[in-house]
């Protein structure tokens, strides 16, 4: 315990130098949330020298995880590996043969799709049109591409674009993936703040696991970022995406998310 | 193991640890070459490890399993991102599937931190195998005396947010103080240990 560490924070105790020194190794703990994170993210794209910073960082981390007690995991696990690695070979040597028909987790039914709409449960605010829509998108979805494009680990290349529109105006809201470097663009010019609400991006992947968080839109602006691995091989052509109004910040913690209040889908330019 | 003959038991288990890192590391190389036969061998070489590090940071079987199977299907994507030139594969993997679970809490509706610890390391016969792998003693050793060197609690809050996988937040939370007073401890503690690491680097005066 040292005295000098009890100052509690007038004045600022560190200098937003000090802070530039040490957000790499934030990141690479973890302790990054929100916006903060989307800002990490998005220098991990276009910063080489915070890339290689957070690199050190998580070389020199590494080691505590030796720490860690070990843990055996269900044998199905590796059955699950096997079936997802084998059915992306597949989908890949078949490449444009539609009609190979495609194996695992990749393979969204219907009846996958009802239940995944019922395990996502938007609650409060969520108006009965606004749901009518969201769940006529989630049901064409799978329909409108042909199967082998529904894999959703996306063998190579080509950018996956989505324009979606804001309400009854004229807005839209601008989503490109770039899978070659796992980036993704928000533009998001036209937008402008209300002050009371922000406004999450979220991805809904085709497996019907939950919908993961591409972050808050940030009005006005057009925001690069890395995804996360997690994210990216959810990504693929026909993939849903869906806009909510937040509080201020995003998705509180342990709530459920706010209204869908836009969505629109991937594809292919 | 016995105290008293230290020198023979950590010379061989050197030995053991280096071959099982160079097949390791030769499994990665063939892995990024397209060989895709070599997953299943890091697979069963690491499985228990990594399954470890996604469990206490998930604090959730299933979900930890799930993060498990994204660990070694990305791995399989990405082999070529791992430079065998560079970092042990041990350590490297370890932080691949660090950073998946962190993902994974902070894009999903999981809960961290829910696991008691002693409920996280159900197979104690397990643990040698991991310990075969383990990462380079002489960095281990610098980072330890690093953290050692920080305040109680900086090196409480910082170690925290390695294991538990929590932020900021959680942490003020946890520790019923704000915000910025968390963020404060943790920076002054990770700018003196940017500071030790740093100077271990330059000076060589390591161990």
Not at chain 1, 31 to 39: F, T
Request: contains cysteine; negative net charge.
């Amino acid at each position: 315990m040292s005295d000098d560490a009890d100052i509690p924070a007038p004045g600022g105790p560190e200098s937003a130098s000090e802070r530039e020194r040490v957000v790499a190794a934030e990141f690479a703990l973890g302790l990054l949330e929100g916006e903060e994170l989307l800002a990490a993210r998005g220098r991990l794209a276009t910063d080489p020298d915070f890339a290689a910073r957070r690199e050190w960082w998580d070389e020199w981390f590494a080691p505590l995880s030796d720490e860690v007690s070990g843990a055996q995991p269900g044998a199905h696990v590796w059955d699950g590996i096997a079936a997802r690695v084998n059915g992306a070979q597949v989908s890949r040597e078949a490449a444009s043969v539609s009609a190979t028909p495609l194996e695992g987790p990749s393979n969204v039914t219907s009846l996958d799709m009802e239940r995944r709409v019922r395990r996502w449960q938007w609650t409060a605010g969520l108006s009965s049109a606004a749901a009518a829509v969201a769940l006529a998108l989630f049901f064409s979805a799978p329909g409108a591409a042909p199967q082998a494009d529904e894999a959703p680990l996306i063998a190579a290349g080509a950018p996956l674009m989505a324009s979606i529109p804001i309400g009854d105006t004229p807005l839209r809201l601008g989503v490109t993936f770039i899978p070659a470097s796992d980036e993704m663009l928000v533009s998001a010019s036209g937008l402008t703040a209300d002050g009371v609400h922000d406004h999450e991006l979220w991805l809904v992947p085709e497996d019907g696991s939950a919908p993961q968080s591409l972050g808050v839109v940030v009005p006005g602006e057009e925001r690069r970022m890395l995804l996360p691995e997690n994210i990216v091989q959810n990504m693929g052509p026909g993939v849903g995406l869906v806009l909510t109004r937040e509080p201020i910040g995003g998705k509180p913690e342990g709530v459920d998310a706010g209204p869908v209040v836009a969505q629109g889908q991937l594809d292919a330019v | 193991m016995s105290v008293a003959a230290p020198s023979s038991d950590s010379s061989r288990s050197s030995k053991s640890a280096n071959e099982a890192r160079e097949a390791l590391r030769a499994a990665m190389v063939r892995l990024a070459d397209g060989d895709s036969a070599a997953l299943e061998e890091i697979y069963t070489a690491t499985r228990v490890k990594l399954f470890g590090i996604c469990y206490r940071i998930l604090g959730d079987r299933k979900e930890a399993e799930d993060a498990l199977q994204d660990v070694y299907v990305n791995l399989w994507q990405r082999a070529d991102r791992y430079d065998p030139q560079r970092a042990s594969p041990i350590s490297w993997l370890a932080t691949f599937a660090r950073n998946r679970a962190i993902d994974r809490l902070r894009t999903g509706k999981v809960r961290s931190g829910a696991v008691a610890v002693e409920e996280a390391a159900p197979l104690p016969d397990e643990a040698p195998l991991a310990d075969a792998l383990l990462v380079d003693a002489e960095r281990d050793a610098q980072i330890h005396k690093c953290l050692g060197t920080l305040d109680d609690r900086a090196q409480t809050y910082i170690r925290a947010a390695f294991f538990e996988g929590h932020t900021y937040a959680q942490l003020a939370d946890a520790a019923d103080v704000p915000l910025g007073t968390m963020k404060s401890w943790i920076r002054r503690g990770l700018l003196r240990l940017r500071a030790c690491l740093e100077a271990s680097e330059k000076g060589g005066d390591a161990a």
